[in-house]
T-cell receptor, first 115, second 111 residues
């Protein structure tokens, strides 16, 4: 069975450009999470969805970031306009349930560089 | 105080050695605890959950001390393939799978 799929794997863009990151969760998983990882701050939760509905977006850094989940098999994280400090690895993860012991499975990540 | 704190390391150990990592968490209401492993330039993967009674999975043993608010991971008979960053993870919000990650402890196992 395929794991969490993310695209692109690498993205290099210039400051001010729009960036769209994509994620396909594991089939049957009801929860989807977006994380950002940097050396300085480690792995941070940005937002998560349950059954395509955003539940908690308190980790989204600012209005330049937005996330959508139009259906159970697809989600996007958009940054507009992008800034150099957005450079990070962005991970998408999914889990079958939202219980405390439900395992989150991570995708391979998108390495974003904003010049 | 940071929510989840770990010694970043690196811990350099020879093959066959026993190594232990600790992690402290600040929120006494934390509900569940995990160790994730992250290889260089890869995604985090669940290594093991940490139960109140402690648990063991092969060469790996995890312990939880709620009174002192720390979690430990013990690796016995280290292998070269154990070289990775180990992330301490805490679920702080009750009822929802919102994980808070430590920055990780790097382990380097040498021949």
């Amino acid at each position: 069975d395929a794991g969490v799929i993310q695209s692109p794997r690498h993205e290099v863009t210039e400051m001010g450009q729009e960036v769209t990151l994509r994620c396909k969760p594991i089939s049957g998983h009801d929860y989807l999470f977006w994380y950002r990882q940097t050396m300085m701050r480690g792995l941070e939760l940005l937002i998560y969805f349950n059954n395509n509905v955003p539940i908690d977006d308190s980790g989204m850094p600012e209005d330049r970031f937005s996330a959508k989940m139009p259906n159970a098999s697809f989600s996007t994280l958009k940054i507009q306009p992008s800034e150099p400090r957005d450079s990070a690895v962005y991970f998408c993860a999914s889990s079958e349930g939202g219980g405390m012991l439900d395992t989150q499975y991570f995708g391979p990540g998108t390495r974003l560089t904003v010049l | 105080r940071k929510e989840v704190e770990q010694d970043p390391g690196p811990f350099n150990v020879p093959e066959g050695a026993t190594v232990a990592f600790n992690c402290t968490y600040s929120n006494s209401a934390s509900q569940s605890f995990f160790w994730y492993r992250q290889d260089c330039r890869k995604e985090p993967k669940l290594l093991m959950s940490v139960y109140s009674s402690g648990n063991e999975d092969g060469r790996f043993t995890a312990q939880l001390n709620r009174a002192s608010q720390y979690i430990s991971l013990l690796i016995r008979d280290s292998k070269l393939s154990d070289s990775a960053t180990y992330l301490c993870v805490v679920n702080i919000k009750s009822g929802y799978s919102t994980l808070t990650f430590g920055k990780g402890t790097m382990l380097l196992v040498s021949p």
